[in-house]
């Protein structure tokens, strides 16, 4: 099976951002597609958005916290049923928050490093019971370039949670190679989202919305086992922070 035969698709937070987006590029090709979301009134507008745009298709949503694992099972379950099966999952739903470590804001870290790593792994473990029983799956992991390197101060839990999920999709790339179960871990660089813009992340790094998940698309349609991006300043500062010296690699973060 390829990219454009995987027909249908689970996309989690899919409610603004990144996922909002890949939800419009795959619903453009024809996709049904599965959305899930803390905001399902969101959800609910960007359905009807899809539907209009492109007659045939079927979308459905669900509100969905990823911390909740017996959820996300269960949402799972219940959007593979409704679209009659899964061919891909794009683990996508994410939090920015974060502060520095022993400043007393440790709810925030908690947070970030639940959603984006637990959260994530929640994900995985319902994804591939899907997959697993069927023989044959795609699995997307939206991890961050700031897996390379742990970055300082107030996203050195952000880093550190992107950095698992770029572990744990490098593992289950490995484990599953020989299979029909394919892994595809993308690092994003800085790409112009509202959680970007949060973030205070440098403007003349950061790509446009359609320049990012452009890159993100092709990048799943090619099931790349690995893809830092948008282009070939990213896929630099990938291969920078992750082997350079620190003396230097410092001096980027």
């Known amino acids: 099976m390829t990219g454009k035969t995987r027909k249908k698709i689970l996309i989690t937070g899919a409610s603004s951002g990144l996922g909002e987006e890949m939800a419009r590029r795959f619903a453009a090709t ?12 969101r959800l609910d507008v960007l359905r009807e958005e899809l539907i209009a745009a492109n007659p045939g298709i079927k979308v459905a949503v669900r509100a969905l916290d990823v911390t909740d694992h017996d959820a996300v099972v269960r949402v799972f379950g219940e959007l593979k049923d409704e679209l009659s099966g899964l061919d891909r999952v794009i683990v996508n739903a994410g939090l920015g928050k974060g502060a520095k470590i022993g400043s007393g ?14 959260g994530a792994l ?23 370039i700031s ?15 992107k950095a698992g999920v770029a572990a744990l999709g490098e593992a289950l790339a490995t484990e599953l ?27 003349s790094l950061t ?20 893809a830092a991006l948008p282009g070939l300043k990213w896929q630099g500062i990938d291969i920078a922070l ?3 010296p620190n003396k230097i690699s410092n001096r980027l973060v």
């Open 30 to 41: 024809g996709r049904d597609l599965a959305l899930c979301a803390r905001r399902v009134d």
């Open 105 to 118: 804001r440790a709810d925030a870290n908690l947070a970030t490093a639940r959603t984006n790593f637990v």
């Open 122 to 144: 929640s994900q995985a473990e319902a994804a591939l019971e899907i997959f697993r029983a069927q023989k044959h799956g795609h699995l997307v992991l939206v991890s961050s």
């Open 147 to 161: 897996a390379d390197r742990g970055l300082p101060g107030a996203k050195a839990v952000y880093s550190a949670s």
């Open 177 to 203: 190679a020989k299979t029909d179960i394919v892994v595809t871990t993308l690092l994003p660089g800085f790409i112009a989202t509202d959680m970007s813009s949060k973030a205070g992340d440098n403007s």
């Open 207 to 226: 790509a446009t919305l359609d320049e990012g998940v452009s890159a993100m698309v092709g990048a799943i349609e090619k099931e790349s086992r690995r």
């Open 242 to 244: 992750r082997f350079l």
